[in-house]
């Protein structure tokens, strides 16, 4: 009942009371980082992909870009120079530094892998979830669902995660295909258990195909696959 009220105003013979309600306590945030990788090719930093973490009521409750690493609102490739495609003009465009080393990137992200961070909070007794932070629960995790979008294109799932620690910090790498079919799930079944993949399978295919990253691609994967498709 107590969801998302917001604050609340009242007004009693001309004297004005507020209060807020707090929904979930906010914790830091958990990291996740590591290579993105599209048809088994690693993504670069300034690449045009984006990375989104969304419960499964799909709100978002964190993104990174990697044309944008160090989030804050102006695309790198204009923080570096003014004079780059489109930048003219650009708010906070040529104020970064490329120094050390000086190779085309920002000095202060993190090569080129990415950087996620994941809203989290806590809700004691009496304290209804926010809705907008995946709530830590050591005995109940709940599911963080990962999207990935190439080239401006849709969002495609990438896997489903656990979050269930404070500033839990995951290094893990995070693999589409852009054409990802049944076919492709076929050969790279492994059964339950874990066992390796056969030649036909190459090993970017199998790891895009162990949606629930516990070594194997068994119906518990191919039923990810059912569940999260979206028509292109
Ligand atoms: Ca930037
Ligand atoms: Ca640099
Ligand atoms: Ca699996």
Redesign the pocket.
């Known amino acids: 009942m107590l969801r998302r009220i917001g604050a609340m105003t009242v007004g009693v013979g001309g004297m004005i009371s507020s209060w807020a309600w707090a929904a979930g306590i906010p914790e830091p945030d958990a990291v996740l980082y590591g290579p993105a990788l599209v048809n088994g090719v690693a993504v670069q930093q300034q690449g045009s992909v984006l990375l989104v973490a969304r419960l499964p009521s799909g709100q978002e409750i964190g993104r990174f870009d990697f044309a944008d690493c160090n989030g804050d609102g102006v695309r790198d490739t204009c923080e570096l120079s003014c004079t780059a495609s489109g930048c003219l003009g650009v708010a906070g465009c040529g104020t970064a530094?490329?120094?050390?080393?000086?190779?085309?990137?920002?000095?202060d992200c993190p090569g080129h892998l990415y950087a996620l961070k994941v809203r989290t909070e806590s809700t004691p007794d009496g304290i209804e979830p926010s809705g907008t932070a995946v709530v830590l629960n050591p005995s109940s995790p709940e599911i963080v669902r990962i999207f990935m979008a190439v080239a401006g294109g849709p969002e495609k799932f990438v896997r489903n995660l656990l979050i269930d620690q404070r500033a839990k910090i995951r290094n893990i790498a995070l693999s589409i295909l852009d054409r990802f079919a049944y076919g492709d799930f076929q050969r790279c079944q492994s059964g339950p258990g874990g066992a390796s993949p056969g030649a036909a399978c190459p090993p970017e295919f199998f790891t895009a195909a162990d949606y629930d990253e516990d070594g194997d691609a068994d119906l518990h994967d191919y039923a990810f696959i059912q569940n999260n498709f979206v028509p292109q």
């Open positions: 530094r490329d120094t050390s080393p000086a190779d085309g990137l920002l000095d």
